[in-house]
């Protein structure tokens, strides 16, 4: 669960990252890079759909500047997995409210990834 978001900042699980994270259902967390800092391209999103998850939850920063490509948007939605972009804390509450609820859905937990940056 993500416990606090702030402009270059995010909690998770107690502990804080200082760059863009991809965090899973497993409570994993791993580092999010991307050639171009505001764009998403279908090599930024790959490690994740590659996970087959149910939803990809992109925040695209604190004012919006990331912006998903557009091949790399038909990548995603082609493998069947739902989408959802916003910027980064909208993104976060959705990713939180999405992940408790499945949990609270005995046998129903959803797939989720959150792919996060945090700044700009």
């Not at 259902?25 to 391209?41: F, Q």
């Not at 939803?55 to 912006?67: D, M, P, R």
């Not at 992940?99 to 945090?118: A, M, N, T, Y």
Request: charged fraction near 35%.
């Amino acid at each position: 669960m993500i416990e606090e978001y702030r402009f270059g900042s995010i909690t998770i699980n107690q502990r804080n990252y200082n760059h863009d994270v991809e965090i899973r259902w497993t409570d994993e967390v791993l580092k999010w890079e991307r050639e171009e800092s505001h764009l998403i391209d279908i090599k930024a999103v790959e490690r994740a759909v590659s996970q087959g998850p149910d939803t990809i939850i992109i925040g695209t920063g604190e004012s919006g500047l990331a912006k998903l490509a557009k091949e790399a948007e038909k990548f995603i939605k082609e493998k069947g997995i739902e989408l959802i972009i916003d910027k980064t804390g909208e993104a976060i509450r959705t990713f939180n409210i999405l992940l408790k609820d499945s949990l609270v859905e005995e046998g129903k937990q959803r797939k989720i990834i959150g792919l996060f940056h945090l700044t700009c």
